[in-house]
């Protein structure tokens, strides 16, 4: 029964980040086919397609992490931890309204801002639990690193 908890427990893990990411596609999918393409752009933006392949990679990474922070539940006190990480969670899931939903990167980059440090506060708490967990998060940051400056040339290039 106890691993049939935890399995359970990372599979809604997943299910709550792939979740993100569909709410996401859902404010993308109209933006993304005219007023995205038609906006200047650095020439280092990535090509489209792949946004979606590292998106799914690193929603899982996130999944498995806030799993191996949870699953140190009895030992250690996780609640902060995961609060943090559902609370960068729903700013992640905020930017694509904003920036794609409501077709202002400005919105978009405040917001990218805020994960930016979200992601941050969660995976220095992550690392206090689980340095698999932290690790885990690395690339997610460097991602919405990349994302922010990429948001932040966007708006200049386009206000």
């Given at each position: 029964?106890?691993?049939?908890?935890?399995?359970a427990?990372?599979v809604?893990?997943?299910?709550?980040?792939?979740?993100?990411?569909?709410?996401?596609?859902l404010?993308?999918?109209?933006?993304?086919?005219q007023?995205y393409?038609a906006?200047?752009?650095?020439v280092?933006?990535?090509?489209?397609?792949?946004f979606?392949p590292?998106w799914t990679?690193?929603?899982?990474m996130m999944a498995?992490?806030a799993?191996?922070?949870?699953?140190?539940?009895?030992?250690v006190h996780v609640?902060?931890a995961?609060?943090?990480?559902f609370?960068?969670?729903?700013?992640n899931?905020?930017?694509s309204?904003?920036f794609?939903?409501?077709?202002?990167?400005l919105?978009g980059?405040?917001?990218?801002a805020?994960?930016?440090?979200?992601?941050?506060a969660?995976?220095i708490?992550?690392r206090?639990?689980?340095?698999?967990?932290?690790?885990?998060?690395v690339?997610?940051w460097?991602?919405?690193?990349?994302?922010?400056?990429?948001?932040?040339?966007?708006?200049?290039?386009?206000?």
């Amino acid at each position: 029964m106890k691993n049939s908890n935890s399995t359970a427990m990372l599979v809604l893990f997943v299910v709550a980040c792939i979740a993100i990411s569909g709410l996401g596609a859902l404010f993308t999918a109209g933006s993304v086919q005219q007023w995205y393409p038609a906006l200047q752009k650095p020439v280092w933006t990535p090509p489209s397609w792949l946004f979606g392949p590292v998106w799914t990679i690193l929603y899982l990474m996130m999944a498995v992490a806030a799993w191996l922070v949870w699953r140190r539940r009895k030992s250690v006190h996780v609640k902060g931890a995961l609060g943090l990480f559902f609370i960068q969670l729903a700013i992640n899931a905020a930017w694509s309204p904003l920036f794609f939903g409501l077709q202002n990167p400005l919105a978009g980059l405040l917001n990218i801002a805020l994960l930016w440090a979200a992601i941050l506060a969660t995976l220095i708490a992550f690392r206090r639990i689980s340095s698999t967990a932290a690790a885990l998060l690395v690339p997610y940051w460097l991602w919405v690193s990349y994302a922010s400056a990429l948001n932040f040339a966007i708006w200049n290039l386009n206000r």
